[in-house]
Structure formats: structure tokens, C-alpha cells
């Protein structure tokens, strides 16, 4: 029994490893009815993506993205749906977070070199190709280089937040973001907020700034976990929302496209508060 939805996914334009073709016909494959394609900071992928979809014509795509945001401590990553993503002043400050991303991505090569550990920053960004640099793409230059086993591996000592090759970049704030999307009529959805300290008290600051959804139906989470957050987006009136945040990273134990998604309504949901939105934008 697979999902029918999947509203996390990623791809080559940024550290998902399917091009937006390739992804496409695996998730037709998969049976998934509505996905969405959000990547990190980038929205290129979504002109092949929906030139692959002619071919599964009842298979809808709805465009979205992923941003990092930052608060003391932690850093939030914030799902936009339903975005008019071809509006400039939006494509411009997407450039310039994956601007950004280079430096940070370089300083954090320099950081790894350190430590002794020494990958060519023009072969990240090769792996990377065109869109936007990440450290998943670092990840796999280590990898490469036979560093670590898997991409994931590179993140506990070294790439994760608190890792000895950690970097910080620019970015904005969740409230800013939310701002943001709503700008361009895109509902806001908190992205995998398991982790998050104090999820109660954020989730009725973030309603508050105009949050639509969470994500709770997401692949890598318990059945205990789905249960609280379900709770947690019940109580704030915030649409729940998830998917399997496939990236394809070759990651033991990655878990692929439709493994979990949210009901067909919450698509019905969001869509309505997409439009409202819209109207209160005009
Ligand atoms: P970035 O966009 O450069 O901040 O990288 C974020 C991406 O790195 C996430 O989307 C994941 O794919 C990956 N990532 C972040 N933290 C971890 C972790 N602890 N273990 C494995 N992958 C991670
Ligand atoms: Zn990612
Ligand atoms: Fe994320
Ligand atoms: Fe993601």
C-alpha cells in the first residue's frame, strides 16, 4: 500500500541525484498521483518536469520549493507550495542564496582541508553541475575519494551543524520566508520538524506569521512521531502535510518516493489556501 501524494521531493538541480525526467517516470512508476518537486533555493527543475509529466497525464505536479531558514540555534527548512515561481524579484533572491552557497560550500572545503581531509572544490561543484551547490554534493566528493562509505556518513563528525567543517551562509528567518511565499501566492509548509526544540510554542509563532501546513506524514518518521505531530498540526490548525524527501543519494536505507505522503485532501487544502492567499496578495 504506497502513498498516493508525495510533496517532498528533490532533483538534479539540486542535491536530489534523478534528473527532473528521471524522477518523474519513477514517480509515475510509483503509482503517485500529485507530487511536488521542491528544491533547495531552486525552482529550475519544474520546466522539464512538467515537460516529462505529458506522458502520465493523470499524474499532477505542483510547483514548489524548499528554503533554509535560520533561528538561534537551529536552522528551519521551509516548504513553499503553489508558488507563481517565475516572478523576478522571487528568482532574484533565489540567486542570491545560491550564491551564497558557493562561498559557503568553498569555505567548507577549506575547513575540510583542515582537517586533512581534501577534496577539489571544482569537482564538488562538477558534481553539483548548474543549479544549486549543497553539501550532499560534498558529501559525495568525500565519498569519492574514499573518505566515508556513504554520503550520509560525512555529515555526523563534519558536514552537520555541528560538524568541524560546519560553514554558515546567509539566510533568512521563518517568518521572513513565510512573507516571502505568500508573495507569490505559495502557502508555507514547516519541513521535517521532528527535531525542532520547543515544536509547540514555533508552530503557533509561525501560524501566527502565516504558516499554512507541517510536515508530519514524512518517510523517515516513526509511527509514534506521525502521531504527535499530527496532534501538534491539529491543535494549530496547520494542514499536514509530508513525503519521502527523496534525493537519491545512494544513502543505505533511503527511502523512495511514494514510501509515505499525506491524503489526497490535504492537496485539496493547501490548494484552497493557495488561493486564498492569492486574493489577499492582489
Ligand atoms: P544544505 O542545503 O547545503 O544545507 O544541505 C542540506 C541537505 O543536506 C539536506 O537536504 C540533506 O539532504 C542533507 N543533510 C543535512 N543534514 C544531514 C545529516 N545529518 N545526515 C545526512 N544528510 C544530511
Ligand atoms: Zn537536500
Ligand atoms: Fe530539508
Ligand atoms: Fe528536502
Known sequence: MGAVVDLHLHTTVSDGRLTPTELIKLVAGKGLK?????????????AEAYQAAKEFPDMRIIPGIELSTDIPGDEIH???????????????????????????????VEKLAEHGLHVEWERVKEIAG?????????????????YFKEPKDAFAEYLG????????????????????????????VLA?????????????????????????????????????????????GLIPCGGSDYHGLG???????????PPMETVERLEEASRKIMQSAN
Do not use: C, W
Open 192 to 236: 521535517h520538524p521532528a527535531q525542532l526544540a520547543d515544536l509547540d510554542e514555533k508552530a503557533g509563532q509561525l501560524k501566527a506569521a502565516g504558516l499554512v501546513g507541517m510536515e508530519v506524514y514524512y518517510a523517515q518518521y516513526s509511527p509514534e512521531t506521525i502521531d504527535r505531530l499530527a496532534r501538534v498540526a491539529e491543535n494549530h
Open 161 to 188: 551543524r555541528n560538524g568541524l567543517a560546519y560553514a554558515e551562509r546567509e539566510k533568512m528567518t521563518p517568518e521572513e520566508g513565510v512573507q516571502m511565499l505568500g508573495r507569490i501566492g505559495g502557502v508555507a
Open 251 to 261: 544513502n543505505t536505507g533511503e527511502l523512495l518516493p511514494g514510501t509515505m505522503g
Open 78 to 108: 521551509m516548504l513553499g507550495y503553489f508558488i507563481s515561481y517565475e516572478d523576478d524579484a522571487f528568482q532574484t533572491i533565489l540567486s542570491r542564496f545560491r550564491e551564497g552557497r558557493l562561498e559557503r560550500g568553498q569555505a567548507m
Open 130 to 146: 548548474e543549479g544549486s551547490v549543497g553539501r550532499p554534493h560534498i558529501a559525495l566528493a568525500l565519498v569519492e575519494k574514499g
Open 34 to 46: 500529485v507530487v511536488s518537486i521542491s528544491d533547495h533555493d531552486i525552482t529550475d527543475g519544474l
